[in-house]
């Protein structure tokens, strides 16, 4: 990103008085106060709801009485990567590009993860601001997602992941253990997240960034339900380190990248549909190829299943009309639809969209074929996983209030999760 991609429409040098940033067609005011938006990655509205029922969050029930709480919805697919960037954008994955942790490049027959921010096709807001001489840091648990929404970034941007590997010249800041008081996390553990809050914490006490910008991992939602002890005592967890936040001065914007849902029989067993087994024995094997992009390399939490796949037509001759009305016969198909109808109606970039998109019903799961998924990965637990419709509602939670007369409007608009850095930036009282 280069600076004609932002316009700065206060030119006064004094940070505090400068007035609006525009960042791909939106407009930010500058943060007076430091403002922290956090992914609370696969937190479900009913993980809030079950927590709160039990007692273990009250600085969250506070923010919800006396700030601003609403449902919002999250950007399909409901994945990490769309969601992460359509959050640090403002705008959906129509107009950045990155539209899943994982696709078919259409030129080259290539399947691709996303590992950094090759498919970024906009700039970021925290990038803009930083560029505008704002202090910002962002902190991500997966490091593919601090390679992503670092670019452009002049500032502070690691990973828990990778934070016993951060240097000045990479991340800009190094000695991570030493802030945090612990060295990096297991990958597959609760205090992943909580390591990215903690690091927060130390940012803003020792630093003071104008702007950050902390994403979780959702390790405790694969494995956990919203009433199990064990996500009970992490949202406790992870409540105490928001508090922390407010009492250091900061105003909160926290939303989820998507939610989460139960896909596994009564009796334990994935319920999964292997799209890509049912299409080779009805049109001949090869005809299609069938792209999971829930695929990431955290093959623990969810196996590369999820609710949301793409279709691609491998074969001349092959009729699209016809593939269309096998799979939406298929039972725990919620949807499948024609590349120009998903993009319109999902708001994705046409180029990287398969020639059908397919969502699953609500506890079912879509995977390509049997093969390809390593079901022991899940190491005996339920499937618990996303990607469809079911899990496109989120949380939409402010710190602090509204300024007057806001509130009911921002309650009454349909509201997207990456509407929070213009809610926080722009709306909240400070």
Same mark, same amino acid.
């Given at each position: 990103?280069?600076?004609?991609?932002?316009?700065?429409?206060?030119?006064?040098?004094?940070?505090? &008085?400068?007035?609006?940033?525009?960042?791909?067609?939106?407009?930010?005011?500058?943060?007076?106060?430091?403002?922290?938006?956090?992914?609370?990655?696969?937190?479900?509205?009913?993980?809030?709801?079950?927590?709160?029922?039990?007692?273990?969050?009250?600085?969250?029930?506070?923010?919800?009485?006396?700030?601003?709480?609403?449902?919002?919805?999250?950007?399909?697919?409901?994945?990490?990567?769309?969601?992460?960037?359509?959050?640090?954008?403002?705008?959906?994955?129509?107009?950045?590009?990155?539209? @899943?942790?994982?696709?078919?490049?259409?030129?080259?027959?290539?399947?691709?993860?996303?590992?950094?921010?090759?498919?970024?096709?906009?700039?970021?807001?925290?990038?803009?601001?930083?560029?505008?001489?704002?202090? !910002?840091?962002?902190?991500?648990?997966?490091?593919?997602?601090?390679? =992503?929404?670092?670019?452009?970034?002049?500032?502070?941007?690691?990973?828990?992941?990778?934070?016993?590997?951060? %240097?000045?010249?990479?991340? @800009?800041?190094?000695?991570?253990?030493?802030? !945090?008081?612990?060295?990096?996390?297991?990958?597959?553990?609760?205090?992943?997240?909580?390591? !990215?809050?903690?690091?927060?914490?130390?940012?803003? &006490?020792?630093?003071?960034?104008?702007?950050?910008?902390?994403?979780?991992?959702?390790?405790?939602?694969?494995?956990?339900?919203?009433?199990?002890?064990?996500?009970?005592?992490?949202?406790?967890?992870?409540?105490?380190?928001?508090?922390?936040?407010?009492?250091?001065?900061?105003?909160?914007?926290?939303?989820?990248?998507?939610?989460?849902?139960?896909?596994?029989?009564?009796?334990?067993?994935?319920?999964?549909?292997?799209?890509?087994?049912?299409?080779?024995?009805?049109?001949?094997?090869?005809?299609?190829?069938?792209?999971?992009?829930?695929?990431?390399?955290?093959?623990?939490?969810?196996?590369?299943?999820?609710?949301?796949?793409?279709?691609?037509?491998?074969? %001349?001759?092959?009729?699209?009309?016809?593939?269309?009305?096998?799979?939406?016969?298929?039972?725990?198909?919620?949807?499948?639809?024609?590349?120009? &109808? =998903?993009?319109?109606?999902?708001?994705?970039?046409?180029?990287?969209?398969?020639?059908?998109?397919?969502?699953?019903?609500?506890?079912?799961?879509?995977?390509?074929?049997?093969?390809?998924?390593? !079901?022991?990965?899940?190491? @005996?637990?339920?499937?618990?996983?996303?990607?469809?419709?079911?899990?496109?509602?989120?949380?939409?939670?402010?710190?602090?209030?509204?300024?007057? @007369?806001?509130?009911?409007?921002?309650?009454?608009?349909?509201?997207?999760?990456?509407?929070?850095?213009?809610?926080?930036?722009?709306?909240?009282?400070?």
């Amino acid at each position: 990103m280069n600076k004609s991609d932002w316009i700065l429409t206060d030119a006064t040098p004094n940070r505090a &008085e400068r007035a609006l940033l525009r960042v791909n067609g939106r407009a930010y005011a500058w943060p007076k106060r430091p403002a922290v938006v956090i992914c609370f990655d696969g937190c479900d509205p009913a993980y809030i709801e079950s927590a709160s029922s039990a007692g273990a969050i009250p600085a969250i029930d506070r923010m919800r009485r006396e700030g601003f709480s609403a449902s919002a919805l999250a950007a399909m697919p409901t994945f990490t990567n769309p969601n992460n960037v359509s959050i640090v954008c403002g705008v959906p994955p129509a107009v950045h590009g990155v539209s @899943g942790n994982f696709y078919l490049d259409r030129d080259t027959g290539a399947e691709i993860m996303m590992v950094d921010a090759t498919p970024v096709r906009a700039p970021t807001i925290l990038a803009a601001f930083s560029q505008a001489g704002a202090r !910002v840091a962002a902190v991500t648990a997966k490091d593919k997602l601090r390679r =992503a929404l670092g670019h452009g970034l002049d500032g502070i941007a690691f990973s828990a992941e990778k934070a016993d590997h951060a %240097t000045e010249a990479e991340n @800009g800041i190094s000695a991570i253990s030493a802030l !945090v008081g612990r060295g990096a996390p297991d990958q597959y553990s609760a205090d992943l997240s909580l390591f !990215v809050l903690d690091a927060g914490i130390r940012l803003l &006490e020792a630093r003071r960034p104008d702007l950050i910008y902390l994403s979780l991992s959702d390790y405790v939602q694969h494995k956990h339900g919203p009433d199990a002890p064990e996500a009970i005592a992490f949202m406790h967890e992870v409540d105490q380190r928001f508090a922390t936040l407010i009492a250091l001065g900061a105003r909160l914007g926290i939303v989820a990248d998507h939610g989460m849902n139960d896909m596994a029989h009564p009796n334990g067993e994935p319920n999964v549909i292997y799209l890509g087994d049912l299409l080779d024995a009805a049109f001949g094997a090869g005809s299609t190829r069938v792209i999971c992009p829930i695929t990431d390399p955290f093959v623990r939490h969810h196996g590369a299943l999820g609710g949301f796949v793409r279709v691609h037509l491998q074969r %001349t001759g092959i009729s699209s009309g016809a593939v269309l009305e096998f799979i939406r016969q298929i039972p725990g198909v919620c949807l499948a639809a024609p590349r120009e &109808e =998903a993009c319109l109606r999902f708001e994705l970039p046409e180029d990287r969209e398969g020639d059908i998109a397919v969502v699953a019903r609500s506890g079912v799961a879509l995977g390509a074929r049997a093969r390809d998924h390593d !079901v022991s990965q899940l190491a @005996g637990e339920r499937l618990r996983s996303h990607g469809g419709l079911a899990e496109q509602v989120v949380p939409f939670i402010l710190s602090h209030p509204l300024r007057p @007369g806001l509130a009911e409007g921002r309650a009454g608009q349909r509201l997207r999760n990456y509407d929070v850095f213009s809610a926080l930036l722009n709306d909240v009282e400070v």
